[in-house]
C-alpha cells in the first residue's frame, strides 16, 4: 500500500514538475517575444522620428528656398515683410519706456509673473534666430559686434530646456535691453517671437540676407539687408550705436 502511495505521490510530482517547466518555458518564450516587439517598436519609432526630422529639415529648406526666390528685389522683400516693416516703424517712432515690460495676463500664463523676471539686462542682447547650423555664421558675426561694444548676446538654444522652450525664450525677451532678429528664410518661430517682441514694445533691430548681387537699404535704420557677415559687422554696430544713443533703451 505504502509502495502504491509513494508511487502516485512521485508519479503527481513529476506532473507538477512538468507543468511548472512548462509554465516557466512559455513564460520566458513569451518576455522574450515580447522583448523583441518592444524592441522593434523602439526602432520603429526611432527609425520614425529620424525620417521625420529629415522631412521637416527637407521641408524647411524647400521653404528658405522658395523665400530667396520671392525676395530676389527690393520690391518684393517689401511686398513680402509689409506687416513686420510696418510694425517696426510704429515701434521706432514710439517710446516704449526703455524696453521695460509690464506684466500682463499672457506673460502670467507663461509662468512670467515673478518681479525678477521683468528686470532688463543691461548688457544683454537676445537674438532671433531659426535653429538651423546654416544660420551660425550670421550668428557669429552677430555676437561678434555686440561683443565689440561689451554687450552679451544670446540666442535661444544655447540653453538645454527639456520641455517648454518658448517660455525659456519669452523670458529672455522680457529681460534683454533689446533684441536682433535674422528673419532671413521667414522661419515661424522666429516670426511669432518677433510679433510678440513687438507687442511688448521691446526695441528690436531686424537682419535680413540680400541675395540678389546688390544689397538695397531700407529708410528704417532698424532694418539691415546684408550680403555678407563683413556688411552686416559695419551696419549691425552702426544701428546698435544709433540704439543705444536714442531715449528708446
Same mark, same amino acid.
Given at each position: ?7 502516485? /505521490? ?29 524592441? +522593434? ?45 510696418? =510694425? ?14 509690464? $506684466?500682463?495676463?499672457?506673460?502670467? =500664463? ?19 534666430? $531659426? ?34 522652450? /518658448? =517660455? ?52 528704417? +535704420?532698424?532694418?539691415?539687408? /546684408? ?18 544713443? =536714442?531715449?528708446?533703451?
Amino acid at each position: 500500500m505504502n509502495k502504491i502511495l509513494n508511487s502516485d /505521490f512521485f508519479l503527481i510530482a513529476i506532473i507538477c514538475v512538468s507543468i511548472l517547466t512548462s509554465l516557466l518555458v512559455l513564460t520566458t518564450l513569451y518576455i522574450r517575444r515580447r522583448s523583441k516587439l518592444e524592441l +522593434k517598436d523602439r526602432y520603429d519609432s526611432d527609425r520614425k522620428m529620424v525620417e521625420l526630422e529629415y522631412m521637416r529639415k527637407n521641408m524647411e529648406m524647400q521653404l528658405y528656398d522658395i523665400s530667396r526666390k520671392l525676395e530676389e528685389s527690393e520690391h518684393r522683400w517689401r511686398d513680402i515683410n509689409h506687416l513686420v516693416i510696418t =510694425s517696426q516703424n510704429k515701434l521706432e517712432a514710439k517710446n516704449y519706456n526703455k524696453g521695460k515690460v509690464a $506684466p500682463n495676463d499672457f506673460l502670467d =500664463s507663461i509662468g512670467i509673473s515673478n518681479a525678477r523676471d521683468f528686470e532688463i539686462e543691461p548688457r544683454q542682447v537676445f537674438y532671433l534666430t $531659426p535653429f538651423n547650423t546654416d544660420y551660425n555664421e550670421t550668428f557669429f558675426s552677430v555676437r561678434s559686434t555686440c561683443e565689440k561694444l561689451r554687450l552679451n548676446c544670446i540666442r535661444g538654444d544655447e540653453e538645454f530646456v527639456p520641455n517648454d522652450v /518658448f =517660455s525659456v525664450i519669452l523670458k529672455q525677451i522680457v529681460k534683454s535691453r533689446f533684441l536682433i532678429a535674422n528673419i532671413t528664410g521667414r522661419n515661424p518661430n522666429v516670426m511669432y517671437e518677433l510679433g510678440v517682441a513687438h507687442a511688448l514694445g521691446k526695441p528690436t533691430i531686424i537682419i535680413a540676407k540680400n541675395f540678389t548681387d546688390i544689397p538695397f537699404d531700407l529708410n528704417n +535704420k532698424r532694418i539691415i539687408i /546684408f550680403d555678407e557677415t563683413e556688411d552686416l559687422s559695419l551696419k549691425l554696430e552702426n544701428s546698435i550705436n544709433d540704439l543705444l544713443v =536714442s531715449r528708446e533703451i
